[in-house]
């Protein structure tokens, strides 16, 4: 018996950008918003070891 199960493939956001359109891509993959996952991101980058 064959399953098929749909899985939303990760992708860049190319009408919604700014850097890129990576945060808008990951908040249309995880159905958060795009402002949370821009500070998100910036507040990890500021946490990372140089």
Do not use: D
Not at 6 to 27: D, E, R
Not at 34 to 45: C, E, G, N
Request: glycine share 4%; aromatic share 10%; hydrophobic share 45%.
């Amino acid at each position: 018996m064959n399953t098929y199960q749909h899985h939303q493939k990760w992708s860049k956001n190319p009408a919604n950008k700014k850097i890129f359109g990576v945060c808008s891509g990951l908040a249309r993959r995880f159905e958060l918003p795009v402002w949370a996952t821009r500070i998100v991101s910036v507040i990890l980058l500021i946490q990372l070891p140089v």
